[in-house]
């Protein structure tokens, strides 16, 4: 497979786990050698993150259309597959043999409290799986408007918690017309969506916003995208 991703600034290193700190050989993590031009991951493949350990990393979208977008290069101390999503809605591709380490939830809290860039990077990474959800739905058979609705939703929550929010109440802040816009719907059929979720039990209204109250449903619902 052809790189997405060119530079003539990375030089191919050794092969094997040579040249690591000893700390994360010696910490019982999981690691995985990733050689030249292989995929680490791609749209599709169920989540993981990944903290690059060694060598340089290549993140990026391919949209429907064929075009690409290089998001990010990763280097050591760099944590990739960011996201909401159950699975992956990007590439990450081998610019030189690599070694990564998988990141459990836990780590990746911790990382969150001591490196505000993260932050930013988890809200760069759910605005992408919109403009993917987005993207996929204009390509090919539109998914269910609750779906879309619930994924939404639950991007919003997930965000919530580091800002610290409440994880389980949408403010009602966020309007209708920016909901709208963000899944490309019709304000009908937006309010018919947020009906089906409340049928089903998963969020009701409340004075300040929108709350979850069965997250469960909820991701039930947005599985079916």
Partial sequence: MESVCRSG????????????NPAVLGSGVVLQTVKTSEILFQAGDDRALYRVERGAICHYMLWADGRHDVIEFAFPGDIIGLGHLRRHVSTAQAMVDTVVSLVSNEDFEEAMDNDDRLSFRLSAAVEREFDHLRDQALASKEPPASARVANFLLAL?????PEGR????????ITAGFVAEK?????DKLGAALLNLKKHGAVKETPTGLRIVDAAALQKLANAA
């Fill in 9 to 20: 600034t990375f030089e191919p290193s050794s092969n094997g786990m040579g040249n690591l």
């Fill in 157 to 161: 929550s997930s965000l919530n918690g």
């Fill in 166 to 173: 409440d994880s389980n109440l949408i403010s009602d802040d």
């Fill in 183 to 187: 899944l490309d719907l019709s304000i």
